[in-house]
């Protein structure tokens, strides 16, 4: 790719700015802090519902801004956790003892593996990183890589014998898969349960199930009501990607009763903020859920759409996906960072490098879906900068 | 106390809420959906500066709500805790690898108790109970009980003495202390990390320090600027009562370097949600430290004021206090839980007994200062509650 000077200064305050967020993408406020020169138009880093984030603030304006509640959510402290999971129960029709309220789902990864991992963890890669981040220090971490040929899709029967094998106390499956958005289907992970029942804790995390379909009704499938039936089962929820609300930071576990009173025994008591209270009230109201889940299928359709147009662009490589984010892989000698820098700087659109992805053989980028508008516009953009990147690549060689 | 037959059935049902929230007060969302028959005109149990909440909101309207920013503080990522943590150095003058930002700092004292507490702990008594719940199973908690005789404050000599003798690994002083509002002066408190160097944690809470004082200028004192010097001090600083924002759950400590590196590298690194963050941003500020700093001691003042109304009123004993609450013992054979239900039902007003609070001997109430407006009501309604009480128990005797 081809940078001006100033560009360049950019690319590598980028770089800067990267390295400093770890093994994930730096927030938008900390971008904007640190970056002021570059104007973000659209985020597809983030991996949200955008019209379920219209549905909640138009509750939220009506309900809390309109009638001065505001001011209670700000000032008094939120409900305690026991009282939130109650308020889920009945919705999700799970016994409120087996319900555990995060600040976020990673409140509840942290929870889970700092307290109920004991010596051995598998984990697929590629993957989310705070699985293998917040590992501690003694506990051995095996890595189940998933294999490139099969589009980093998890083949059932090798994982079963793999962990046969390995014996490790904890496994993780992230349904579907981040970053690449591969989804086991519920027939398949009832397998895995059924087969692993001697496995201390598998972690099933569906922050993107929401996402995710097995027939063309596009029904949600959940493993949340298993936990009852397979006491070692853990089911991770994350609300910001389907709700499209990460910075109220709610989500919410399912396990065994013994574990979420080990985790209150000591601790997680108003780990809710106020904002996440009413989220939570109305997560689990029905006229909000039968609104969302409109919203939540026309965002499939959508971001169906949006899969096959990227299928279409020249010199990349669209993996399968069930979730609201596609993996690309850039063929033709691109480089993932210089890509995102180009697409940064020059269409204000703001995707992930999956350098720091262990487990991706190549240079990939990660790419989520947004409403049909940011959509064309991404598709535009991405073409001609893929398109340009050739030209200039040609009159490279002609000058040489 | 005197209670028909209505008003008993909303006792029993305010004792059964009181044991399901353990020993802390059921949170207002909790109670107003648990108890709709009773209308809370002033919570008095929440120990909080409402002119800090105003000017918060002031600020939060025009900058988040009437610019439309409010969409990104629901929708995006926060930033990371280092990121953070580096717009409160600069304003706290302190090096922010020595900031751990929390999500409350109830979540500071959880991560401090489990991480680094490793086999003794000694708490003070009457204290916030959350410092010998969260103790971790194996680690000993060894009381040093405050003397009723000296009103609950600290023998600064007997403390350091018993602290030698008993060599625990962590110490926690909350200055002032809660639930009483005792104060330890600066230089007791040097004494007391001069002399106990050998401590591996001291843990001074200073979630109240803005509401004490030393001099007429009520001029802040903090220890936070101490930690470079006494490596084995740790600061805990909530946000909720000095800007009465605990619904937006804002904390942050201050502690060793390799302290906040070893929690970060394993977790908390999203646990502050949009809100939290442009609270952090703000507090930051000059322009809102200025206007802020004329509240709290606006708010100071306001509250010497209503505890020394407090003071004239029959049958109570009021303990000293330096922190924006007081301590308050009931005589002449009232309960503490029929006084609070009493003040609920009739009064409106919300305030918290302290019968589940191990070191107290008596019948005690807990009792916030609020604005002015609220503070007057509050005395008015004591007094005709105390006074009624006497009353109707000459009616009694006579009866009899």
């Known amino acids: 790719m081809k940078f001006t000077d100033e560009e360049l200064i950019v690319v590598k305050k980028l770089e800067i700015l990267k390295n400093e967020a770890g093994s994930h993408s730096p927030g938008i406020f900390t971008f904007r802090q640190k970056l002021p020169e570059v104007e973000i138009k659209i985020d597809a880093c983030f991996l949200s519902n955008p019209y379920a984030t219209e549905l909640f603030i138009e509750y939220f304006n009506k309900e809390i801004l309109e009638t001065g509640k505001i001011r209670d959510l700000l000032e008094c402290y939120p409900s305690q956790n026991s009282v939130i999971a109650e308020i889920l129960a009945e919705f999700l029709a799970i016994n409120p003892k087996q319900i555990f309220i995060g600040n976020g789902a990673i409140e509840i990864i942290q929870a889970v593996i700092h307290n109920f991992t004991e010596k051995k963890i598998m984990i697929n890669i590629p993957t989310f990183s705070s699985y293998y981040e917040y590992v501690k220090e003694g506990v051995e971490v095996v890595y189940n890589e998933l294999s490139k040929a099969e589009d980093y899709s998890l083949d059932v029967e090798h994982y079963i014998a793999k962990v046969k094998f390995h014996r490790p106390d904890t496994i993780v499956l992230i349904n579907p898969n981040n970053p690449n958005g591969a989804y086991i289907r519920l027939v398949d992970v009832q397998r895995i349960l059924d087969e692993l029942w001697f496995v201390k804790n598998i972690i099933v995390d569906e922050s993107f199930i929401h996402f995710a379909y097995e027939n063309k009704s596009y029904?949600?499938?959940?493993?949340?009501?298993?936990?009852?039936?397979?006491?070692?089962?853990?089911?991770?929820?994350?609300?910001?990607?389907?709700?499209?609300?990460?910075?109220?930071?709610?989500?919410?576990?399912?396990?065994?009763?013994?574990?979420?009173?080990?985790?209150?025994?000591?601790?997680?008591?108003?780990?809710?903020?106020?904002?996440?209270?009413?989220?939570?009230?109305?997560?689990?109201?029905?006229?909000?859920?039968?609104?969302?889940?409109?919203?939540?299928?026309?965002?499939?359709?959508?971001?169906?759409?949006?899969?096959?147009?990227?299928?279409?662009?020249?010199?990349?490589?669209?993996?399968?996906?069930?979730?609201?984010?596609?993996?690309?892989?850039?063929?033709?000698?691109?480089?993932?960072?210089?890509?995102v820098a180009k697409l940064l700087i020059t269409y204000g659109i703001y995707i992930r490098t999956c350098d720091d992805k262990i487990?991706?053989?190549?240079?990939?980028?990660?790419?989520?879906?947004?409403?049909?508008?940011?959509?064309?516009?991404?598709?535009?953009?991405?073409?001609?900068?893929?398109?340009m990147n050739f030209v200039l690549d040609l009159i490279d060689e002609r000058a040489v």
């Open 219 to 339: 029904q949600l499938v959940s493993l949340a009501n298993l936990v009852e039936e397979h006491p070692n089962l853990i089911v991770i929820k994350s609300m910001s990607k389907d709700f499209g609300v990460a910075g109220i930071r709610a989500g919410y576990g399912i396990m065994k009763q013994e574990y979420v009173q080990q985790l209150l025994n000591n601790g997680y008591l108003w780990n809710s903020n106020g904002l996440a209270e009413y989220f939570f009230r109305l997560y689990a109201r029905s006229d909000f859920a039968m609104r969302y889940d409109i919203l939540r299928v026309k965002y499939i359709v959508e971001t169906l759409e949006f899969i096959k147009e990227l299928r279409q662009l020249p010199y990349i490589k669209v993996y399968p996906s069930m979730a609201n984010f596609v993996l690309i892989e850039l063929t033709n000698g691109i480089m993932a960072s210089e890509f």
């Open 359 to 387: 487990g991706l053989q190549g240079q990939f980028i990660r790419l989520a879906s947004r409403s049909r508008k940011e959509n064309n516009y991404i598709i535009e953009s991405l073409k001609s900068c893929l398109e």
